[in-house]
């Protein structure tokens, strides 16, 4: 079954309200967790890596003031698309390190912005 | 810098062997990947070779690296119609950094 949930799996909003998507581990406590995005057709990209009880750290080019992230427990990590534009229309996938060979990814949230 | 590249598409028979080539550019990559993509889902790691080996075999995939061209195959045996999606070729240097993905290979099945 699946260890890393997204909520939700889909939304779709106006312009310019802010939506909040949630990464949770259902059974691990994880230390850092990634934060993904696929535009259609295109491949995904790193956003930000998120790290429990700090300040995420996000890659050149996104910023970090409309998309933020919180990482406040072991098991939660939310990104919030602020003042969201038909432009952040994408696929949103979060993954975590378990300290295993492998990350786990969520199952994505598919974002649309009218 | 870090790049992955990957041919944008590829079709094939049904039944017959699948390959899927991959480039990449960091030569401390440790961790090579491929992820498996259907329409409107999420990713599914299929398989991951490490650095240091040469080849990989799951059931009816076979991975193939090269390293000193850093490039990296997937081949698919016996093609079927639920192979078709999009496969993604990725790399990272640990297991807990970020992971650099392709652009992804579109693989479709014909009859």
């Known amino acids: 079954g699946a260890v890393v949930s997204q909520h939700p799996s889909w939304v779709i909003c106006k312009s310019g309200t802010s939506v909040k998507i949630e990464c949770r581990s259902l059974?691990?406590?994880?230390?850092?967790m990634f934060w993904y995005r696929q535009f259609p057709k295109q491949s995904l990209m790193l956003m930000a890596t998120s790290n429990e009880g700090s300040k995420a750290t996000y890659e050149q080019g996104v910023e970090k003031d409309k998309f933020l992230i919180n990482h406040a427990s072991l098991t939660l990590s939310t990104l919030t698309v602020t003042s969201a534009h038909p432009e952040d229309s994408s696929f949103y996938i979060c993954?975590?390190?378990?300290?295993?060979?492998?990350?786990?990814f969520g199952p994505g949230t598919r974002l649309l912005v009218l | 810098g870090e790049d992955v590249e990957q041919s944008l598409f590829l079709s094939v028979r049904e039944g017959d062997s699948s390959v899927i080539n991959c480039t990449y550019t960091d030569s401390s990559s440790t961790y090579l990947y491929w992820y498996k993509q259907e329409p409107g889902a999420g990713l599914q790691l299929l398989t991951y070779i490490f650095s240091n080996m040469d080849m990989k075999q799951d059931q009816r995939l076979t991975v193939l690296l090269n390293k000193k061209d850093k490039h990296l195959s997937l081949r698919i045996a016996d093609t079927q119609t639920g192979d078709s999606a999009i496969y993604f070729c990725?790399?990272?240097?640990?297991?807990?950094?970020?992971?650099?993905f392709g652009s992804g290979t579109r693989l479709s099945i014909r009859p």
């Open positions: 993954s975590q390190d378990r300290g295993e060979e492998t990350q786990y």
């Open positions: 059974d691990f406590q994880a230390t850092t």
């Open positions: 990725a790399e990272s240097i640990t297991s807990a950094s970020k992971i650099i």
